[in-house]
């Protein structure tokens, strides 16, 4: 089977992640601290609060941005459910908006029609490797005093002109599961430039206790610590830091890779009217977390992915979360007829890093067959 992705881990992480092993402390430590800062530097974030997933730091940037139960937080639909799980971790009520066609990110001109008093923040979705229009949403949100908190799961790296995400919204989460640019096995981060914010968000990871663990290791006194909110345990472990700091060294590489990838299933999927390629807004920087197309035929989406999969080639989809069961109950009636759309027309063909050409032209053959 050609996976939808493998990993690309090495020797190089396995020696670090046994490093943090053999040095005595595995929880949230120095391993942490070391990989926090080379994602703030290299997103150019004044802070970096790393969690135990992305869905787990879009909890606490939420709570952050101040959402509160019984607020409206808008977002898109077409994502993976945790976008819009978060949103109901923090008791607020997701409020759906459409997508633009062409990069599949929210649509900034639809944003500001689902504001209402009760809007507390945007958050949209830099999906699949492609950053959303954040300026403009952005502009949005201070016109009306709002929060944003992005959603840059998949896409740590993405650029829009020389700014990376992570340095343009209020506060962005990137994830570090098996599937995204970096992995640390599970594992998330929060970047902001808010000091009081991030102090707050490191406090909140960890309990909300008011002395960390690893402060109250390092002193021979006693330290009583108090817990002034509601705090939770979403910490990242130094093994994961440590995997995280490798990984990191390696960063522009693997971007560079899944670029070259895009361009060469590009130029293989070029001729084929029956395929839409992935759009890439002038300015902007694709980093291909996942590389999705369109396809343009009458065959059903899943028809073609079971092909693909009787030739051993899997792909998946993307959600249109409103259609989930869990959220069909909203008592929004939303109207998203491009999400819809993208979500029964479009599939991820296999990409990571260590794909070979003799796989990816497999993948070709067999998505041609499979729409034959
Ligand atoms: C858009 C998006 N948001 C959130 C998540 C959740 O990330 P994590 O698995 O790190 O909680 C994912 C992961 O697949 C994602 O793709």
Same mark, same amino acid.
């Given at each position: 089977?050609?996976?939808?992705?493998?990993?690309?881990?090495?020797?190089?992480?396995?020696?670090?992640?046994?490093?943090? @092993?053999?040095?005595?402390?595995?929880?949230?430590?120095?391993?942490?601290?070391?990989?926090?800062? =080379?994602?703030?530097?290299?997103?150019?974030?004044?802070?970096?609060?790393?969690?135990?997933?992305?869905?787990?730091? &879009?909890?606490?940037?939420?709570?952050?941005?101040?959402?509160?139960?019984?607020?409206?937080?808008?977002?898109?639909?077409?994502?993976?459910?945790?976008?819009?799980?978060?949103?109901?971790?923090?008791?607020?009520?997701?409020?759906?908006?459409?997508?633009?066609?062409?990069?599949?990110?929210?649509?900034?001109?639809?944003?500001?029609?689902?504001?209402?008093?009760?809007?507390?923040?945007?958050? %949209?979705?830099?999906?699949?490797?492609?950053?959303?229009?954040?300026?403009?949403?952005?502009?949005?949100?201070?016109?009306?005093?709002?929060? @944003?908190?992005?959603?840059?799961? %998949?896409?740590?790296?993405?650029?829009?002109?020389?700014?990376?995400?992570?340095?343009?919204?209020?506060?962005?989460?990137?994830?570090?599961?098996?599937?995204?640019?970096?992995?640390?096995?599970?594992?998330?981060?929060?970047?902001?430039?808010?000091?009081?914010?991030?102090?707050?968000?490191? &406090?909140?990871?960890?309990?909300?206790?008011?002395?960390?663990?690893?402060?109250?290791?390092?002193?021979?006194?006693?330290?009583?610590?108090?817990?002034?909110?509601?705090?939770?345990?979403?910490?990242?472990?130094?093994?994961?830091?440590?995997?995280?700091?490798?990984?990191?060294?390696?960063?522009?590489?693997?971007?560079?890779?899944?670029?070259?990838?895009?361009?060469?299933?590009?130029?293989?999927?070029?001729?084929?009217?029956?395929?839409?390629? %992935?759009?890439?807004?002038?300015?902007?920087?694709?980093?291909?977390?996942?590389?999705?197309?369109?396809?343009?035929?009458?065959? %059903? +989406?899943?028809?073609? =992915?079971?092909?693909?999969?009787?030739?051993?080639?899997?792909?998946?989809?993307?959600?249109?979360?409103?259609?989930?069961? &869990?959220?069909?109950?909203?008592?929004?009636?939303?109207?998203?007829?491009?999400?819809?759309?993208?979500?029964?027309?479009?599939?991820?063909?296999? =990409?990571?890093?260590?794909?070979?050409?003799?796989? +990816?032209?497999?993948?070709?053959?067999?998505?041609?067959?499979?729409?034959?």
């Amino acid at each position: 089977m050609i996976p939808i992705t493998r990993l690309s881990v090495g020797e190089a992480e396995a020696t670090a992640a046994a490093d943090a @092993v053999r040095s005595g402390w595995l929880s949230t430590g120095k391993r942490v601290q070391q990989f926090e800062s =080379m994602v703030a530097d290299y997103v150019g974030a004044k802070h970096a609060i790393a969690t135990n997933s992305c869905t787990t730091a &879009l909890h606490l940037a939420l709570i952050a941005a101040g959402v509160k139960p019984g607020d409206e937080v808008i977002c898109p639909s077409f994502s993976f459910i945790a976008t819009a799980n978060a949103v109901l971790y923090a008791g607020a009520t997701p409020v759906f908006v459409d997508i633009a066609p062409d990069t599949f990110n929210i649509s900034p001109a639809l944003v500001e029609a689902a504001i209402t008093p009760r809007t507390s923040a945007i958050l %949209p979705v830099s999906q699949i490797g492609l950053a959303a229009d954040i300026p403009a949403v952005m502009s949005i949100a201070r016109r009306h005093g709002l929060k @944003v908190v992005e959603d840059a799961a %998949p896409s740590l790296g993405t650029r829009i002109g020389e700014a990376r995400i992570g340095n343009l919204s209020d506060f962005t989460c990137f994830s570090f599961d098996p599937r995204k640019i970096l992995t640390t096995g599970e594992g998330g981060m929060i970047t902001t430039n808010d000091d009081e914010a991030a102090e707050r968000l490191r &406090l909140m990871r960890a309990h909300s206790a008011s002395v960390s663990a690893t402060a109250r290791h390092a002193t021979n006194d006693v330290i009583l610590e108090n817990y002034p909110e509601i705090g939770y345990n979403y910490k990242m472990t130094d093994i994961q830091g440590a995997i995280g700091i490798a990984q990191m060294g390696r960063i522009d590489e693997i971007i560079e890779e899944r670029r070259r990838l895009a361009d060469r299933y590009n130029t293989l999927l070029n001729d084929d009217e029956r395929i839409q390629l %992935p759009y890439e807004p002038p300015g902007y920087r694709h980093v291909f977390q996942s590389y999705c197309i369109r396809l343009l035929t009458k065959k %059903p +989406q899943v028809a073609v =992915m079971s092909d693909l999969a009787k030739q051993d080639i899997a792909s998946r989809r993307i959600l249109a979360i409103h259609s989930e069961p &869990l959220y069909q109950k909203s008592r929004f009636d939303f109207l998203l007829p491009e999400t819809e759309r993208a979500s029964k027309e479009t599939i991820l063909l296999p =990409m990571f890093v260590g794909l070979t050409d003799a796989e +990816q032209d497999e993948v070709v053959q067999g998505l041609r067959k499979a729409l034959d």
